[in-house]
């Protein structure tokens, strides 16, 4: 129940915001712990993953990625829908610099990530990916 005499930016900006948000000065403004998760890839780089959080970290499988050659998996999800944003990126273990990585295929239930290799050489890492969902609208 809303007090009459706040206005909706109020009650957004005193009671929805913080209980999705963590931002404190001198920090980034994120997810709260509670909305994100992990998961590990099982069998190979293309095996898709499920991850019901709005944000979370993929850790890929170790299989060896072609010099020049990408890979795309689905990563199944209950938070996102077809039109909201879903930022990836190369979070950490693994070669900076060698991975390319894009999310796409953005739909009701899931989206797609894409990894390619853009060194001159054969990669056989398990980076870990970041993503985040922005929902739209």
Request: glycine share 10%; aromatic share 6%; proline share 1%.
């Amino acid at each position: 129940v809303r007090a009459t005499n706040v206005s909706t930016m109020d009650y957004l900006r005193l009671f929805i915001l913080p209980i999705l948000f963590e931002a404190a000065a001198g920090s980034a403004l994120g997810v709260v712990t509670a909305q994100t998760g992990s998961v590990t890839q099982a069998t190979s780089k293309a095996t898709g993953v499920t991850l019901n959080n709005v944000a979370g970290a993929i850790t890929m499988h170790a299989a060896s990625l072609a010099a020049a050659a990408e890979v795309t998996f689905t990563v199944t999800n209950s938070k996102v829908s077809a039109g909201d944003v879903v930022l990836v990126n190369h979070g950490s273990a693994g070669t900076a610099g060698t991975y390319v990585v894009q999310a796409n295929t953005i739909a009701d239930g899931s989206f797609k990530i894409s990894v390619g290799n853009v060194s001159g050489s054969g990669a056989s890492e398990a980076i870990v990916l970041n993503f985040m969902i922005f929902k739209a609208g």
